[in-house]
Each structure stands twice: as structure tokens, then as C-alpha cells.
């Protein structure tokens, strides 16, 4: 199992920027793919952005242009950067780890409230 914690969460007005960051116990090189989730109330658990372990990032449309996915050169930190943010990104918002098609870990979440 992954073991994966998330940090960066806050209160931010719209318009405004936050960075979360996910870390990982192990190289997260060695997984599938990593990505990022986030659950609003009342909602499913929807997935926002994910990477590849070649690097290939994809996002989810609400926040392609906004929300940027990245790791560091060690290899033990997934960011992501969210920029522009508006209150219909107010979540949750979990790290997770898959390899090959089973999910092997999640982050307990960090809150993410977009509020003026």
C-alpha cells in the first residue's frame, strides 16, 4: 500500500491560487499513474488531474488551463498547482497512487474552499 499525505489545502477567495502537495513514502516513478481527486459535498469523487510514470499529464475539462500536475526530481512529491480558482472547486482534494489498473493508496484529503 501507498502511503500518501496531502498538504496545502486553505481558504482562498475566487480568482486565487493554491499549491497542494502530495507525499509519497516511496518513489512515486515506481506507480502507473498518480493523480488527484477531490469530492464536494454531496458529490462523487471525481478525478481533476493524473501523470504518468513517463510524465504525461491529463485533466479533467473543468480545469484543463487552470490546474497544472507536476512531480519533483526526487520523485516523492506530486504538486498541484491551481490557479484561477473558482467556488466550484471547493473539495476535498485526495492523492492517489494506481499500478497498472488497481488503486494501491489514498491521501486522507485536504480542503480546498473557494469562498470572497
Known amino acids: 500500500q501507498a502511503q500518501l499525505v496531502e498538504s ?7 480568482g486565487g491560487s493554491l499549491r497542494l502537495s502530495c ?6 516513478f515506481s506507480y502507473t499513474v498518480m493523480a488527484w481527486y477531490r ?8 478525478l481533476v488531474a493524473s501523470m504518468t510514470a ?10 484543463k488551463g487552470r ?3 507536476s512531480r519533483n526530481r526526487a520523485g516523492n512529491t506530486l504538486y498541484l498547482q491551481m490557479n ?6 471547493t473539495a476535498v482534494y485526495y ?5 497498472g489498473s488497481e488503486y494501491v493508496g489514498w491521501g486522507q ?4 474552499t473557494v469562498s470572497p
Open 8 to 14: 496545502g489545502g486553505d481558504l482562498v477567495q475566487p
Open 23 to 28: 507525499a509519497a513514502s516511496e518513489s512515486i
Open 39 to 46: 469530492q464536494a459535498p454531496g458529490k462523487q469523487r471525481e
Open 54 to 63: 513517463g510524465g504525461m499529464p491529463d485533466y479533467v475539462d473543468s480545469v
Open 67 to 69: 490546474f497544472s500536475i
Open 84 to 89: 484561477s480558482l473558482k467556488p466550484e472547486d
Open 95 to 99: 492523492c492517489t497512487a494506481r499500478r
Open 109 to 112: 484529503g485536504t480542503q480546498v
